[in-house]
């Protein structure tokens, strides 16, 4: 909701900018982008930022997979990390099934939630 009534006071800022701009002289053409600069701004702060963050945090939880952790894969399936051999991770999930997976698709490490409520 904050995002779309921002934005709409950047569209409304620019018209109002250039309905002036018809009656003045014609002004730089940097006073003519600087409503997108501004929208530039805006976007990369609150949508591309966090986004950046959240990726790097994931990309260190799958570096810092160990054996014995406990884990959460894309697909829904819940296992026990057996083995990390560069991006592969064999993750067993019952008595004698044992799967591999590529990093990326591991989702959660689920014994690191039950270690901060142990904290708290």
Do not use: C, H, W
């Not at 900018?17 to 018809?22: D, F, H, I, R, Y």
């Not at 009656?23 to 966090?50: A, D, K, N, R, T």
């Not at 894969?73 to 296992?79: Q, S, V």
């Amino acid at each position: 909701m904050k995002y779309s009534a921002l934005l709409a006071l950047v569209f409304a800022a620019s018209a109002f900018a250039q309905e002036a701009g018809a009656e003045q002289p014609q002004g730089s053409m940097f006073m003519g982008l600087l409503p997108f600069i501004l929208m530039f701004v805006v976007m990369y702060l609150f949508f591309i930022m966090p986004k950046q963050k959240e990726m790097k945090k994931l990309d260190a939880m799958r570096k810092a997979l160990k054996k014995g952790d406990q884990v959460l894969t894309a697909a829904g399936i819940i296992g026990t990390v057996t083995n990390v051999e560069g991006t592969t991770v064999t993750v067993k999930t019952g008595n004698s099934t044992i799967l591999d997976f590529e990093q990326a698709a591991i989702a959660r490490v689920l014994n690191a939630e039950d270690k901060a409520a142990d904290k708290k």
